[in-house]
């Protein structure tokens, strides 16, 4: 193999394929990159067997073939060679040599027979999206997963398409997210459950442009994700996704009202009190137009008053503040709604429109 | 004890001092911050019994007194408070009260007089530096020292000054280095050596502009730097610094003159064949013209070429890239001069106002 291309466009394909570089592995081959050449377009892979990314980079092919390369040293290569074009080529070894303007480097390759080429997934059943909002419904879900080694489940989010209605869900037995969004066109159903490190890395390397689209393509085992010059392709976790329709619930006896970001910002300054190990609870007052944030720890006591609207009953209620801090982050909303029913109920925050719930279940706590 | 002050005095008072808290100790004093008025002003301190930092704040004194606050709770408190004015009040007790618009914290403070009040130093034999010039000559020599546990020298640099020059010295074992600035006025000789933390701490709390004064004052076992509304006061090193001048020499077989930037560069780049356990050395061949840059390990092979201009033999030698990489990055100039001898003897990158010396062992290395 011998290919030249603009360094820019290396970086470029090593950026995007190295999030699907194994890193805590005892198979050298899943540390690799693979470059090769393929029907006049030059291509890198890594593939870590759960994911795998593969995107074609530009440049001249002098030589077809195919070779892999360790992934770290290669990147670093990349990154620090002047911004000129880069030769690579194989001789019949498997030794790699990397060349820009007077300065050479020799490294050993890898026989690209050992590689684990993708799975193929076959184009059907195409969902198209914008990379936007891909990237906002992952943002906005992806914290309440929960790598629980009981319960694989919890690793992934639920990918829901019923008519042009898509919903995604993750969970970790504390709180539930749910974003709803409305398609273009309309789909058969489906239902599946995507691992939430391919959601991340995915999130991670598509641009989120609003013009920007991704096809989603489906298999019984896979899903796959094409944007730009890239696929990503990722196992699917197997099984059935919590029932949690039947969590869900519009019933309340305290609704309120409050501007999000004082709510957040009050929050975050009750953590500061708490330590990671440390499971101390805020505790909250509602009251006729008051909120009364409360925390003590062994750091010290903290209290704060935030105007509300209120309807329906007072309610003293005890949270996990880091999920109260999740779920406010990612809602864009100035004024949102919470939904109570009792200290021991799960309580909402959802807009009208249904596009996000979030429910969290409430913790004890001990009045001071 | 009762005070009030704009968040951002508090903010910029907190970041100064904490430069002298303790991290790892067993006396909870040390990690601590004492906020206390005196003649009308309001101060915040710490010392961590090697350095100590004070600083004025400006707000307004209620009511006078000291307490002392754990850093990490108060600096946190501080930093996610709204932007506005921040009381801060104890009652007899040893609790603080901390309170901004409807926003109260109550944290335990502790009894200053358990705190460690600093060393007072007159304020005789004043030397007086820009903070730019200061700033600089410790980032152009910082990086060797050396926290070499049988030699305690190693950890601090020489400050010597005679008549109007000023030279700052400091030396690990494998490398020395060297700056020299005239000051504007002319000051009794002074030797000291300062240890490195303490210059790492004021660079970073000194602004660096070339209008900024700051102010050392030396006594037999500490250096006061006094600058803006800070003071921080260090111990000295005791004992007598290596005699530098008799390692140093003018002599050599070979001069060559090399762009700077280009020499960084390539050298930066053998770097990531190496990993940090390994000591991989680079082999620089200079002949007419021509320095040619050569690593050999286990990840691979380089080698580049760079155009120079050489004066006197040839000559094969090894470094330790670390050690160019340092003094290169530090040096201004465009073009540099470095000389040699032999493979076995010192190697020197200086100019030849003798503003900067810069002393590099080489290391054996094995031709390939």
Do not use: W
Not at 32 to 37: D, S, W
């Amino acid at each position: 193999m011998h290919i030249i291309c603009p360094r820019e466009e290396l970086q470029k394909g090593v950026s995007i394929v190295s999030k699907a570089v194994s890193n805590k592995t005892t198979m050298p081959i899943l540390e690799c990159i693979l470059i090769q050449t393929k029907e006049g377009r030059i291509l890198m892979t890594a593939n870590d067997m759960e994911l795998g990314i593969e995107t074609e980079i530009h440049g001249i092919i002098e030589d077809n073939g195919r070779i892999a390369i360790d992934a770290k040293i290669f990147s670093e290569i990349v990154r620090r060679l002047p911004d000129n074009d880069i030769s690579i080529e194989t001789d019949g070894t498997d030794s790699v040599k990397i060349q820009c303007e007077k300065i050479n480097f020799t490294i050993p390759g890898k026989n690209a027979d050992e590689f684990t080429f993708l799975p193929e997934v076959e184009r059907l059943n195409c969902v198209t999206l914008s990379q936007f909002t891909l990237k906002e419904i992952i943002r906005q879900t992806i914290f309440s997963i929960s790598d629980n080694e009981n319960n694989k489940m919890m690793a992934g989010e639920l990918l829901e398409i019923n008519g042009n209605n898509l919903r995604i869900v993750s969970l970790d037995g504390h709180r539930i997210s749910i974003r709803k969004i409305v398609l273009k066109d309309s789909y058969d159903s489906i239902k599946v459950v995507v691992p939430g490190k391919t959601l991340n890395e995915v999130s991670k390397i598509i641009s989120g442009g609003t013009d920007d689209e991704v096809r989603l393509y489906f298999t019984e085992n896979h899903v796959m994700f094409e944007f730009d010059d890239t696929i990503v392709v990722s196992r699917l976790i197997e099984g059935e996704y919590f029932r949690i329709d039947q969590m869900l619930n519009s019933d309340y006896d305290t609704k309120l009202t409050v501007n999000k970001k004082e709510m957040l910002s009050c929050i975050d300054r009750t953590t500061m009190l708490i330590k990671d190990s440390d499971k101390k609870p805020i505790i909250i007052g509602i009251t006729d137009h008051s909120m009364e944030v409360k925390l003590n720890s062994a750091y010290g006591s903290m209290k704060e008053e935030l105007a509300i609207d209120k309807r329906g009953k007072d309610i003293l209620i005890g949270f996990n503040p880091k999920f109260l801090i999740d779920a406010l982050r990612v809602i864009d909303d100035e004024m949102i709604n919470i939904y109570m029913i009792n200290p021991k109920a799960p309580c909402f925050i959802r807009n009208d429109e249904g596009t996000y719930i979030y429910l969290i279940l409430p913790v004890n706590f001990n009045v001071y």
